[in-house]
């Protein structure tokens, strides 16, 4: 069973910078596409970013394009999530996700019915 492990959370100022880290220990993270969400408390879990296997095309959601960037390294076999000028509306638990499906499927953001595996999070408090 293929375990996502999610790291890099933490707690910082607005304005801030972060990246996020997302490996599969045991797993080859090349034959998925992997999703980021972001849950607040109180609100229901959003779709962040998503990039493919194949290709590597990316796509985001609108309140982070442009701040955020995913990216991932098939010798690491970890995919990232960089956080950058950061706004309090950013906190929450954030995750990722390994899909199998092709491009365009609902593109940009793929919905959490697509991808097969979670992890368990890992928390982002951005504070003003």
């Known amino acids: 069973q293929l375990q996502l492990v999610e790291s890099g959370g933490g707690l910082l100022q607005a304005g801030g910078s972060l990246t996020l880290s997302c490996s599969a220990p045991?797993?080859?993270?090349?034959?998925?596409?992997i999703g980021w969400f972001r849950q607040a408390p109180g609100k229901e879990r959003e779709g962040v970013s998503c990039?493919?296997?194949?290709?590597?095309?990316?796509g985001y959601a609108d309140s982070v394009k442009g701040r955020f960037i995913t990216s991932r390294d098939s010798v690491k076999n970890t995919a990232y999530l960089q956080l950058n000028n950061l706004i309090p509306e950013d906190t929450g638990v954030y995750f990722c996700?390994?899909?199998?499906?092709?491009?365009?499927?609902?593109?940009?953001?793929?919905?959490?019915?697509?991808?097969?595996?979670w992890g368990r999070g890992t928390q982002v408090t951005v504070s003003s």
């Open positions: 990039i493919m296997n194949i290709g590597g095309q990316t």
């Open positions: 045991g797993f080859n993270l090349d034959f998925y596409a």
């Open positions: 996700a390994a899909g199998k499906f092709t491009y365009g499927t609902d593109w940009p953001l793929p919905p959490p019915r697509e991808y097969d595996w």
